[in-house]
């Protein structure tokens, strides 16, 4: 894949670090006998591939641009004050890396002024890089991508999240999952990394993706490249700040809407 003199200079540092921490992921992923493992809390794990490639990426990132702030689900945040942020996921899909199920991702997005304008999501199992520049389209490898054209819940292919950790929005999922299934949705998905979930939506092998909790760091390199594949993301509540509440949607615009209006009577509260 060649990520020299695509787009701006930010989005081939991150693609070139997302790769490179592939590698570092995939050396953790052969051995995994010898994996540590420390649980952060409850169901909540983090392993030491997690800390290598996260020091990795941070490092890469901080070396290229020193005056930017890096927040990444490990670490944290550096505190730089700047109107760049960079979003670190280092492995996307923990709990699969783990238990050696081969689909986990090394997610990076760059947001100016809180809005995204970079995202890449590698998956080092399968080498795919997704990339987007905000206004500059997708890429899949180097070929362009776009949303499915699928319309109705039937014929859709959705895929979700479950809310494990937050106890308190379980009812709340449970309910947008039975008005789904009760108005035969084509097939549900529970794959077990958002930022693939999104990836998968802007490249057409979902049809649309919704998750409740989730942080910055899952979702701000997925939505941007699901929106330069002409799709929508959105707060399932309807709010535009996906990034901060967590309660995401993801599809292409007339599917969104239909999604949006079988689940609309799930949602018992506005913040879950």
Same mark, same amino acid.
Request: glycine share 8%; with cysteine; hydrophobic share 40%.
């Given at each position: 894949?060649?990520t020299?003199n695509?787009?701006?200079?930010?989005?081939?540092?991150?693609?070139?670090?997302?790769?490179?921490?592939?590698?570092?992921?995939?050396k953790?992923?052969n051995?995994?006998?010898?994996?540590?493992?420390?649980?952060k809390?409850?169901?909540?794990?983090?392993?030491?591939?997690?800390?290598?490639?996260?020091?990795?990426?941070?490092s890469?990132?901080?070396? %290229?641009?020193?005056?930017?702030?890096?927040? %990444?689900?490990?670490?944290?945040?550096?505190? $730089?004050? %700047?109107?760049?942020?960079?979003?670190?996921?280092?492995?996307?899909?923990t709990?699969n890396?783990i238990?050696?199920?081969?689909?986990?991702?090394?997610?990076?997005?760059?947001?100016?002024?809180?809005?995204?304008?970079?995202?890449?999501?590698?998956?080092?199992?399968?080498?795919?890089?997704?990339?987007?520049?905000?206004?500059?389209?997708?890429l899949?490898?180097d070929?362009?991508?776009?949303?499915?054209?699928?319309?109705?819940?039937?014929?859709?292919?959705?895929? #979700?999240?479950i809310?494990?950790?937050a106890?308190?929005?379980?009812? #709340?999922?449970?309910? #947008?999952?039975?008005?789904?299934?009760?108005?035969k949705?084509?097939?549900?998905?529970?794959?077990?990394?958002?930022?693939?979930?999104?990836?998968?939506?802007a490249?057409?092998?979902?049809?649309?993706?919704?998750?409740?909790?989730?942080?910055?760091?899952d979702?701000?390199?997925?939505?941007?490249?699901? $929106?330069?594949?002409?799709?929508i993301?959105?707060?399932?509540?309807?709010?535009s700040?996906?990034?901060?509440?967590?309660?995401i949607?993801?599809?292409?615009l007339?599917?969104?809407?239909?999604?949006?209006?079988?689940?609309?009577?799930?949602?018992?509260?506005?913040?879950?």
């Open positions: 894949m060649n020299n695509i787009y701006c200079p930010q989005l081939n540092v991150a693609a070139s670090t997302a790769l490179e921490a592939g590698k570092i992921a995939l953790f992923f051995r995994l006998e010898n994996l540590k493992i420390s649980e809390g409850v169901n909540d794990f983090v392993s030491e591939a997690d800390i290598e490639c996260e020091k990795f990426i941070t890469k990132i901080f070396k %290229s641009y020193p005056d930017h702030k890096i927040t %990444s689900e490990e670490i944290g945040s550096n505190n $730089q004050n %700047s109107e760049y942020e960079w979003f670190i996921d280092p492995i996307d899909g709990t890396f238990h050696g199920i081969p689909h986990f991702a090394i997610s990076i997005g760059l947001c100016k002024n809180d809005i995204p304008i970079i995202g890449v999501v590698y998956d080092p199992i399968k080498n795919e890089l997704f990339i987007a520049e905000k206004g500059k389209g997708a899949l490898n070929k362009k991508i776009r949303v499915s054209n699928v319309r109705s819940i039937q014929s859709a292919l959705l895929g #979700t999240g809310p494990y950790r106890k308190d929005s379980t009812g #709340t999922y449970i309910n #947008t999952l039975k008005n789904l299934m009760d108005n949705c084509g097939g549900i998905r529970r794959l077990g990394a958002a930022s693939l979930d999104l990836v998968y939506v490249s057409g092998r979902l049809d649309g993706f919704w998750e409740f909790n989730l942080k910055p760091w979702v701000v390199a997925g939505s941007l490249i699901v $929106q330069e594949s002409g799709g993301v959105t707060d399932i509540n309807n709010d700040d996906f990034m901060h509440s967590g309660n949607l993801a599809a292409n007339t599917l969104h809407e239909n999604i949006k209006l079988n689940i609309g009577n799930s949602l018992a509260f506005k913040n879950f």
